[in-house]
Every structure is written in C-alpha cells, then in structure tokens.
C-alpha cells in the first residue's frame, strides 16, 4: 500500500512523457539539445547539428510527480494508510512542484529573462 503513490507516478510519467514529445514537437516546442556535440555523420560525411528535443517534456515528469502526490492525499484522507503524514505538508510540496511547473512553461513559451527567474526562486 506505501509505494502504491510512487508506482502510480512512475506509470503516469512513464506513458505521458512519449505521448506529449511528439505533440510538443508538432506544436514546435522544440530547441537544440546543448549536451550532444556537433559532428559529422561518418556514413555519408554530411554536417550533423545538434539534435532537436522538445522544450517541454518535464511536464510529462511534472503531472506524473502530480498524480502520485494526489493518490497519496486521497489515501490519507479517505483510508488512513499514513496516518503520520501530514496533509498540509504534501499539499505544500505539491503546490511548490506545480508552481515551478508554471514557472517553466512560461519560460518555454514566452522566454524569460534569468534575472526574472532569479528572482522569482528568491
């Protein structure tokens, strides 16, 4: 019953995150992917740049991270499973996650500045 949260967020993610990549890519919510280099396909020696990832898959992590915090809230209220767990604290930790969420949604779709990030983080 204790990691039946953690299974529940780990299916949710598992299947949201390959079905909103190519949604995302559709939309052209895409940029390069900075950690893979520049190179040269030897196969045919044409210039490689770097790939194109979709600029928000962490959404996909974020609704999964989601569900299991609600099915964890819907089994402290309604089954008394953890008994010990505080309701308060994972409405905050919830809260927090979906507002760093937003925060990375608008700074997908409309570009904000770092010093705006930074000092929403403050």
């Excluded at 925060?103 to 409309?110: P, Q």
């Amino acid at each position: 019953m204790i990691v039946a949260p953690f299974f529940v967020s780990l299916l949710v993610s598992f299947f949201c995150v390959p079905l909103l990549n190519p949604r995302l890519r559709r939309a052209g919510i895409v940029g390069k992917d900075l950690h893979k280099p520049c190179g040269i396909d030897n196969s045919e020696d044409i210039p490689q740049g770097r790939p194109e990832v979709s600029e928000m898959g962490g959404l996909g992590i974020v609704v999964g991270f989601g569900a299991g915090i609600l099915l964890a809230t819907a089994m402290v209220s309604f089954f008394h499973v953890f008994p010990s767990v505080n309701l308060v604290v994972l409405l905050a930790v919830l809260s927090t996650v979906l507002l760093a969420g937003l925060i990375g949604i608008v700074d997908d779709l409309l570009g904000m500045r770092q010093w705006v990030k930074a000092m929403i983080g403050r």
